[in-house]
């Protein structure tokens, strides 16, 4: 994914936060914004608590980047979202993080319903 897809400031992030609606799940909290911009932008949060090294940390971050990458057809262009990571998702493998980020999104409105899953 390019980053032009990606919410990098601080402010940008936070506009989202505090302007957006939120859905979670167990491993995952959404919060999302609708825009009017070309294609969709995400911004991925996992805190330390999550995963205490780095590496668990960058893993949960790429395998987010991945699933949202092979879900781009589906996703709205006009929304900026946040993924924040819950504890339980430092246990996940590449399947169940696809699986359950579909499950999310759907339930924001960012993804569409018929979305085959894996």
């Known amino acids: 994914m390019r980053k032009s897809y990606r919410i990098k400031k601080e402010a940008e992030f936070q506009d989202v936060f505090d302007h957006g609606q939120s859905v979670a799940n167990r491993n995952f909290v959404i919060y999302h914004l609708q825009r009017d911009q ?27 980047r991945q699933s949202l990458l092979e879900l781009k057809p589906e996703i709205d262009p006009q929304a900026d979202f946040l993924v ?19 499950h999310v999104l759907t339930l924001a409105g960012v993804l569409a319903d018929d979305v085959d899953i894996i």
């Open 38 to 64: 070309p294609h969709f932008r995400v911004g991925i949060s996992v805190g330390k608590k999550v995963a205490h090294f780095a590496v668990g940390r960058n893993r949960i971050k790429r395998y987010v």
């Open 84 to 102: 924040i990571a819950r504890r339980g998702a430092a246990k996940l493998d590449m399947a169940e993080t696809k699986k359950n980020l579909i």
